[in-house]
């Protein structure tokens, strides 16, 4: 009888099963209790795919690297990582998160193994997307987009930690170029019409503060009193009022957008503003008595509640509209501060910091166009001089 030679590990072998699927087997050790050869198999569409998958699986091997092709799904996978993974994202954004998984992601890859997944697969998965917005159809923008591949690549970044791929397949993916869309503040004339058309409005008070504060429109309606000192003429935005994930008629205090706290010095007139805000709150509490809700909030009704943005808005939405600016958003203000700010001289790093912004560059990308206006009138202003200093030679 002739003895049967065993063979190494890392041999494998190549077939095409009935199905028309491309198999290699290959030997990843010996099984110490059984002392039977152990094999794993991979699959492919193709002969050469089929090939280059064993040979990176024998390489890992012989590195000691070698780990079992991960069998969940990108669906599956999805699930694990937002219940596990984003214990450390705001509630709205895990949210959003979800969204984009369940209407974008998963419908198209939801299917596929995680081990799978390839780059070519998830670009296909966005130039169908972009192929719908111009063909007429119901695409997605290229900043949604954007969104959805943030979501996915996070999610299979994760992945890659955990050693359940070995690279992110999102990585080689190509995104359309995002448009900014252009930014419509107020010029002197719309925030004259503007602030006299909001006089004696019940929402005044809140409309002036976002004005001239640029605050978001979170941080103004989750502004506390304690986060007001009137001694030495500031105000800390730590935080914004969101409206809960489950529903949505509730809304919570959570941190800033970019999670960090910031204080500015905003003018005389603001912090006026604010003391009379006071007084006219002080008053309501005694009024309410024991119906009164101490919230600590800045901005509320009679009984101490928050202001409902959507009402706000709504009423803001009235006002530009009687005044001929329908396209006009409550987001405007802010835009609307920071440009006045820059052109009245302050420097972008000051303008940035009043903003939140994370960065001066990302400030200036938005509002370049006012310190180029700004560079024009200047040169104007050197013309003028010249010819002026000409004439009198």
Request: with cysteine; net charge positive; hydrophobic share 35%.
């Amino acid at each position: 009888m002739v003895k049967r030679k065993r063979r190494a590990n890392g041999e494998g072998s190549i077939r095409q099963r009935k199905d028309g699927v491309w198999e290699a087997r290959f030997i990843t050790g010996i099984d110490p209790g059984t002392g039977k050869e152990i094999r794993k198999s991979v699959y492919a569409k193709t002969q050469k795919e089929v090939r280059r998958k064993m040979t990176e699986a024998i390489a890992a091997l012989d590195k000691d690297d070698y780990r079992e092709p991960c069998k969940m799904t990108l669906a599956q996978w999805l699930d694990i990582w937002q219940n596990d993974y984003l214990g450390g994202v705001k509630p709205r954004t895990a949210v959003d998160y979800a969204n984009n998984i369940r209407k974008h992601i998963k419908p198209a890859l939801g299917a596929v193994k995680l081990e799978a997944l390839a780059a070519h697969a998830i670009q296909q998965f966005y130039n169908n997307f972009v192929r719908a917005v111009d063909e007429g159809g119901k695409g997605l923008s290229p900043k949604t987009l954007r969104n959805v591949h943030l979501v996915l690549h996070k999610s299979l970044q994760q992945a890659v930690m955990l050693g359940y791929i070995r690279t992110n397949p999102a990585d080689a993916c190509a995104l359309p170029r995002v448009t900014k869309n252009e930014i419509k503040p107020l010029d002197e004339d719309d925030t004259a019409r503007f602030l006299q058309a909001i006089k004696g409005h019940r929402f005044e008070t809140i409309y002036l503060v976002t004005l001239f504060t640029g605050m978001r429109k979170g941080e103004v309606f989750g502004l506390t009193w304690d986060c007001v000192d009137f001694a030495a003429g500031t105000i800390t935005i730590n935080k914004q009022l969101q409206a809960d994930t489950k529903n949505g008629t509730r809304y919570n205090l959570v941190s800033t957008k970019n999670g960090k706290g910031r204080v500015i010095t905003p003018a005389p007139f603001v912090m006026e503003l604010l003391r009379t805000q006071r007084r006219r709150q002080s008053e309501w509490r005694l009024r309410a008595g024991p119906l009164w809700e101490d919230t600590g909030l800045v901005f509320t009704n009679e009984l101490g509640v928050h202001l409902s943005p959507h009402t706000v808005f709504h009423n803001f939405k009235r006002i530009v509209e009687s005044i001929g600016l329908p396209d006009a958003r409550f987001h405007d203000l802010r835009h609307s501060y920071a440009v006045a700010a820059i052109r009245s001289g302050d420097d972008i790093k000051t303008v940035q910091g009043n903003l939140g912004h994370a960065t001066a560059s990302f400030t200036l990308d938005i509002y370049g166009h006012v310190t180029d206006q700004m560079k024009r009138e200047s040169a104007d202003r050197m013309q003028k001089y010249i010819d002026s200093i000409k004439r009198s030679g």
